[in-house]
């Protein structure tokens, strides 16, 4: 079970379940213990009502008592038995219920007055739970001890006992529900920090925030801080990594600009070879240089990114650039993308793909691109189209390999497409470049849903 709240309620459920069903066996066991002395105190005052209505005939013999006010005695077989013994005399009387059976008393020997309790068998193959005490009686000619016997049938108690614990069912198993519905409220009030937690943890990853904020528990109060303290570090190592790239890049451009000017001196003192040789690798280290420059600022991961990026938003910043750049013929744009759409890519990482997709778009276009973003059922979809000569088919698995120039001609270092796949890779994006019919080149990338 990986549920906190599953393990919590399997464990409530069954130490519930336990203690109710040892409750329930305590319960039965007090009201059997008071229930046998209820039985105890109605045997003992049925003796005391026997022993008070004995009398004797002149012949010192006892005489049958008269009538008790229980019915039972009077009924065979009831389950209410009495039985008087006078050994001296060898006389012996019983209740009507006993019928023809005899009481088989043990016998032990006992203080007069004195009460013994014992578990003999009865009529009809029953139990008796049977009180005997022997008493001293004076007669017309002498001194008898008399031992007076009341019992009950066993089954009587036992079937009392039985419909405690029946009676004690219904409510044992409702107030099991009342306890594991306690114990569920109880874990969804201790369990809302941690889902506080979880959802504060889903807004960072959703670049909806940058800390976890709110109230906490005592508890939980040093793991958010441990969080809030990676997030921050993390943070200063890209910015850091970042900062370094660019002051790399920075620092080269001096060296790199002082070469490209000894390659021009050397053109106009006629070292034409050595120039050219100069330029090449000053250009290509400028290249490279500018290339890692712009790869440190795209993030490692999707996760790492700092919020969601607008696609509307970032396309007019880079349409309004390349409006601005030069061009020996018109260009029209064309674009078709909802205001409120956007996509779980860094702003600045979905500047960097479609900026290098459109610039390539605009190198190659006669009079026309066009732009649209908009939702389907494989997340949200954005195609880029231009009215230029396209790609031949055998270059098109190549042109997105670091440093491959399809043109020569056209401006450029080819590294734009190779860091557009790099983007792709990082963000796991659907990419598609294809030729249009009858010219002009088809790009489609697809986002996963925000």
Known sequence: MHSIRTRFLTTAIISTCLALALSAWIFTELFSQSY?????????????????????DANGLIRPPAPTSDRRFEKAYSGAYWQIEDSKNNRRLRSVSLWDYVIPLPNDIHELGSIHRYSLPGP??????????QLLFTTPTNLVTVRIAVALDSKSVEHAIKMFALDLIPFMLG?????????????????????????????????????????????????????NQLLETQEKS???????????????????TTLLNDARKLHQHGETDLADEIEAVALTMQN???GELTRSRIVNSPQQRQSNANIAQVTDEIIRTLKRAPRDTPLTWKKSIAGNLTVGVDPHDLRELLGNLLENAWKWAHSEISISAANSTDGIVIDIKDDGQ???????????????????????TGL?????????????????????????????VVFPQA
């Open 238 to 256: 890209l910015e850091n990594a970042r900062k370094h790239a660019s002051n790399l890049a920075h620092g080269l451009k001096t060296p790199l």
């Open 416 to 444: 734009g497409l190779s860091i557009v796949a790099e983007i792709v890779n990082v963000y796991s994006l659907g990419f598609e470049l294809k030729n249009r019919d009858p010219h002009g080149l088809h790009i489609r």
């Open 390 to 412: 396209g790609v031949a088919s055998d270059h098109i698995g190549h042109i997105m390999k670091r440093g491959i120039r399809y043109d020569s001609k056209v401006p450029g």
């Open 288 to 290: 490279h240089v500018n």
């Open 175 to 227: 107030l099991a529900v009342i306890l594991v519905a306690t114990s569920a409220a109880q874990l969804t009030y201790g369990l809302k920090p941690i889902s506080s937690l979880r959802e504060g943890l889903q807004k960072i990853h959703n670049r909806q925030s940058r800390r976890l904020h709110g109230q906490y528990p005592t508890e939980l109060l040093g793991m958010v801080q441990v969080i």
């Open 124 to 133: 009809d193959n029953s139990t008796l739970i049977v009180q005997e005490r």
């Open 36 to 56: 046998l002395r209820r039985v105890d105190l109605e045997l003992t005052e049925l003796i005391n009502q026997l022993a008070g209505s004995i009398e004797f």
